[in-house]
Structure formats: C-alpha cells, structure tokens
C-alpha cells in the first residue's frame, strides 16, 4: 500500500497559543479526510482572525483535546525541545495463520505537526495574551507581540492552505470507505520531541511497515 507523507511548515509558537493552533490544524485534517457523516461546525479562533470547521463529533473533539494535553505536558516536562504531533490514518487488516488471526495496521497518511515552543523567563507576563490584541500609542512591546502575533497568524493560513492542496492533490492512495462506525476513518495521534530517540525516526519505521512514502510538503 502507498503510504503519504506531509510534513506541515514549522511553526514558532508560544504556550499560551498551543492549544488553539493544534485544534486548528488536527481538526481541519480529520474534517478533510472525514467519511462524510459530519455535522459541519465553524470555530473562530480567539487569538488569530482565522475560522475553521470541526467534524461536530464529541468523540472526536475529546480524543483531540486529550492528545493536546498530552502534548502540552511533554512541553513543560522537556522545554527548549521542538515538539511533534503524527496524526496517522490506517486501515486495519486480518491477517489468518494457521492458527491465530492477527490484525494489522496499514497505515496510508502520515500529517507531522511541528511546534517550536518558546521559552520564557520564569514571571513572564501573560495578561496581554489570551485575546486578541489591542495596542495604545507608544507601546512598542505592545507592537512587537502584535507583530510577531501577525506573523503566526500568516503562518498558521499558509498551514491550513498546505492541508488543502494536500488533500486535493493526493487522493489515488487513499483506501474505500471502510465498514467502519465514526466520522473518521481509523486514526492515531502520536507526539514525540527532538529529546526522544523516536524523533525523526518514526516515520523511518512506518515506512518499514507500509512501503516508501512519497512526500509533499
């Protein structure tokens, strides 16, 4: 099976802005690879001038919430790392022996998420960050978070516009709809950092199992 790869430009973000950008980009994935049962949900983000659409199903929504609270856990316990989410879509396989079934997984779309997490000294302040900003004149700290903000914002949209063409341009790879109850087709979310042994080579080994991937990025 013909295994595809996207690596989604790496983006420099800050703590606070973590969430709201993987809900972002894990949602607009899993709404484009969706098997059609959804009901289409818009979301405004808080921090960013940027609307997305949800799958509007609370069983998805709950798994990617629990996989952002993963991450953002191995940020605070490996700080100075970069950070990356795989969202892997598989189909799952019987494989009979003679005397026992195995069941395999076929991966056929790997998405790699990459975060670069600043740092910042402990006391930091944070009371500017959790909305969208608003300078007075003269407040060049002020007009340096709003332009770095701005910069994210642009990098965020190119992001979202690199998911769509993907999706658009790669479509012979990917399997018939499977008897399969849910929204989405069978998938994972993985998160690793540049500190682990697994960084880098996780797409190694699934190449290893599914075939060489070709890659768009």
């Known amino acids: 099976m013909n295994c595809e790869v996207c690596q989604l430009k790496e983006l420099d973000v800050e703590h606070f802005e973590i969430r709201e950008v993987l809900r972002c980009i894990l949602h607009t994935i899993l709404f484009h690879r969706a098997l059609g049962l959804v009901r289409p949900k818009d979301i405004d983000l808080e921090l960013f001038e940027i609307t997305y659409v949800q799958c509007g199903d609370v069983e ?30 598989y189909e799952v396989k019987n494989k009979q022996a003679a005397w026992f079934n195995k ?25 500017f960050h959790h909305s969208k900003l608003v300078i007075g004149p003269g407040d060049s700290a002020a007009e340096a978070r709003s332009s ?41 979310i993985t998160i690793s950092s540049s500190s682990d042994s697994a960084f880098g080579m996780d797409m190694f080994k699934r190449m290893l199992q599914t075939g060489h991937p070709s890659m768009l990025s």
């Open 148 to 188: 770095r903000r701005a910069a994210l914002e642009a990098s965020l949209r190119d992001v979202l516009f690199q998911i769509i063409r993907f999706v658009n341009e790669k479509k012979d790879h990917v399997p018939p709809i499977p008897n399969h109850e849910g929204v989405s087709s069978p998938y994972e």
């Open 60 to 89: 998805l929504e709950r798994k990617i919430e629990e996989k952002i609270d993963q991450f953002i856990d191995r940020v605070e316990k490996h700080p100075n790392k970069k950070n990356q989410i795989c969202l892997s879509f």
């Open 103 to 127: 069941v395999e997984r076929l991966y056929w779309e790997h998405w790699y998420i990459n975060l670069n997490v600043a740092q910042h000294p402990k006391g930091h302040s944070s009371k």
